[in-house]
């Protein structure tokens, strides 16, 4: 998936071909307007607002309590962000948006977009992270940090969207009873994989911060007699076992590829003999190819964790340098650049 303005008429398209605008200028500027635009949407209320109902200005205005010349602005802004639609002076949340933004979808990601106000100040600290090779390191915030609320039920919304595909598209092994999600923060994969199979129970291995949040998740949905939260740093933790499936998702790319090997050979250890585990990633191609929008996430993760988003080729050979061999690996149609790789012990 690539980045970029869409053009939309004939001498659009032609200053693009000729390399008449300056593209840096137009990422940097609209980049930046676009998300935050669609940031103070789901802060102040908008979507939440239209998805009761159509309104004017002057009503989103009142009902808010915002000023109705900055919610003019704002609402047309979003429009230009194919957030919402309008028809004959009133706002609604366009079509395709509405499942994204509407608070009452199973499928609402506000709280992504709430997350990035948080993640915004993050990337402030960029170029010193890039100057002095010091991340942000968003593991080590106190549990207490509200900051760990807003990332885990940011992944939260991420792994509903895309929890019915991966459960799916996972091989247990014949009377699977036990599942290890090594940071598995919400659990919501590790519950979706539950309630597939009867008789199986998970354990999500993960930080204090994390988990605070993440008992609350599987309580609130009744699922707390599948699913138990436990305590502990991935890194150092007794893995116990033997368990018959172990999920390692989007856990890699907070880890140096010697971390990375060190952990999977210890879960190579905790693992049944014919035990399937199972590493959901955002993989980034080779780096020989021209680059997509992927290498931006792989400068997220050193900004965050001093650690990388790896090439297909280089978690296999994590995987391979710990004793596993890829059975498998399946982009998820879900998530963009997200791909599931299962592996067993050799
Ligand atoms: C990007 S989130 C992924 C959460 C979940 N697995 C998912 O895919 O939605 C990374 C998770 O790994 C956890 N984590 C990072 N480093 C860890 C460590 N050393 N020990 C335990 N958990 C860790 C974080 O606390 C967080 O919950």
Redo the contacts with the bound molecule.
């Keep these: 998936m690539r980045l970029g303005l869409k053009a939309d008429s004939l001498l659009e398209r032609f200053a693009d071909w000729f390399n008449l605008a300056p593209q840096p200028l137009a990422h940097a500027f609209f980049g930046m307007m676009a998300a935050r635009t669609l940031m103070a949407g789901e802060r102040l209320g908008i979507f939440g607002a239209l998805a009761d109902g159509q309104a004017t200005v002057e009503e989103l205005a009142a009902r808010l309590k915002l000023a109705p010349e900055g919610t003019r602005a704002l609402l047309e802004a979003l429009e230009a962000c194919e957030a919402v639609e309008r028809r004959k002076g009133r706002y609604r949340l366009a079509d395709r948006a509405r499942r994204w933004l509407d608070p009452r979808s199973s499928q609402y990601v506000g709280g992504f977009l709430d997350f990035n106000y948080t993640q915004w100040e993050w990337w402030s600290h960029m170029e010193d992270a890039v100057r002095t090779g010091q991340a942000v390191d968003i ?1 080590q915030f106190a549990p207490e940090d509200p900051r ?1 609320r807003s ?2 039920l940011a ?2 919304q ?2 509903r969207l895309s929890a019915p595909e991966v459960a799916r598209a996972i091989p247990l092994p014949r009377g699977a009873r036990r599942v290890l ?6 659990g ?2 590790a519950a979706e994989l539950c309630r597939r199979h009867r008789g199986l129970k998970a354990t999500v ?3 204090e ?2 988990i605070r949040v ?1 008992r609350e998740v599987i309580a609130q949905a009744q699922l707390s007699h599948l699913v138990t939260h436990q305590e ?6 007794e893995l116990g076992g033997p368990h018959d499936v172990v ?5 890699v ?3 140096s590829p010697a971390q990375n090997v060190a952990l999977l050979r210890r879960v190579r250890a905790a693992l049944a003999p014919k035990g399937t585990l199972a590493v ?1 990633e955002y993989l980034r191609e080779d780096v020989e190819k021209p680059p997509s929008a992927a290498p931006l996430i792989g400068l997220h993760y050193f900004l965050t ?1 001093k650690a990388a988003a790896y090439t297909p080729a280089e978690l296999e050979g994590f995987l391979g340098d710990a004793g596993f061999r890829v059975e498998s690996a399946r982009p998820m149609r879900h998530v963009p650049l997200q791909t599931l790789v299962i592996a067993r012990a050799e």
Aim: aromatic content about 16%.
């Design positions: 593991h760990w990332y885990i992944m939260y991420m792994a999600d090594l940071g598995g923060a919400h919501w994969f291995l993960d930080l911060g994390s993440g502990g740093d991935v890194l150092t933790a999920l390692l998702f989007q856990v790319h907070h880890l959901l964790s």
